[in-house]
């Protein structure tokens, strides 16, 4: 039986190995009948290497950050947020990949901040925006929340049709986990987004807690950031030890 580490680079190696094979079919078939093919197949075949090649960009970027994260490089800026303009700047990005899907953005009522790196925290974001589209079968709904919480400012992302046992929710946050029945062959991914995830949540003093309803078939994802206060700044705080000042 297979190891998780061979698991996963047998995984990393099919999920190079896909978009590869697309790019160059189409490349091959465009150049040999260029003449023969129509505007609209043309844009068609254009569209997917496009798509393909973002598939490699993102999977090349994944893997980048797993180094930076397991070897402390990652350099974190924090700074004040606005919670619900970066949670609506990474729908955003985001419909752009998923247009078949609705997701419903309840934003809270009150303008609230964290503090926190904003390029990280987009990041946090988006994969897992992406992977609530991609793991909600049949539904194209993603229902979204942004609220206070104490000390903490809280992101809610929420898909249906999906359901995570009690005892993955432990592991699905390990590198190199992948759990069958939520993470199927047919979906795309290196299964490294959720790593990253928290582990840069960790980083900036945050946390990510998943809440997954076995009834109703839906999973929730919760996102905590530090509440953005004016007198930390004058503290030397930081970032896992980095100081604020």
Same mark, same amino acid.
């Given at each position: ?14 999920e ?11 490349s ?6 260029w ?10 075949f254009?569209?997917?290497?496009? %798509? ?6 993102? #999977?090349v970027?994944?893997?980048?950050n797993? =180094? +930076?994260?397991?070897? !402390? @490089?990652?350099?974190f ?11 609506q700047?990474?729908?955003?990005i ?22 926190? %790196? ?6 946090? #974001? ?6 609530? =589209? +991609?793991?909600?079968? !049949? @539904?194209?709904?993603?229902d979204?929340?942004?609220?206070n ?29 992948r759990?069958d ?7 795309q ?33 919760l996102v ?22």
């Amino acid at each position: 039986m297979k190891n998780i580490k061979e698991e996963f680079i047998s995984t990393l190696s099919h999920e190079i190995r896909t978009p590869l094979t697309s790019i160059k079919g189409f490349s091959q078939t465009m150049l040999s009948s260029w003449d023969k093919l129509s505007d609209e197949k043309k844009k068609e075949f254009l569209n997917i290497i496009l %798509d393909q090649s973002q598939r490699l960009i993102n #999977l090349v970027e994944n893997v980048l950050n797993v =180094a +930076k994260i397991d070897s !402390n @490089s990652e350099n974190f800026i924090p700074i004040k947020i606005n919670v619900n303009q970066i949670m609506q700047n990474c729908i955003n990005i985001v419909q752009m990949a998923h247009k078949d899907f609705s997701f419903k953005f309840d934003k809270s009522k009150n303008e609230i901040f964290s503090l926190a %790196d904003n390029d990280k925290t987009q990041q946090i #974001l988006i994969n897992i925006l992406d992977n609530a =589209a +991609k793991y909600s079968n !049949n @539904s194209k709904v993603i229902d979204i929340k942004t609220y206070n919480q104490g000390d903490y400012n809280v992101f809610s992302i929420k898909n249906y049709g999906s359901y995570i046992s009690d005892e993955n929710i432990n592991k699905i946050f390990d590198k190199f986990y992948r759990v069958d029945s939520y993470i199927s062959s047919s979906t795309q991914g290196s299964g490294l987004g959720l790593y990253i995830a928290k582990n840069l949540a960790d980083k900036m003093n945050g946390k990510i807690e998943v809440v997954s309803d076995k009834k109703n078939m839906t999973c929730e994802f919760l996102v905590y950031l530090p509440v953005y206060e004016v007198e930390k700044l004058t503290r030397n705080i930081g970032i896992k030890g980095e100081s604020l000042v």
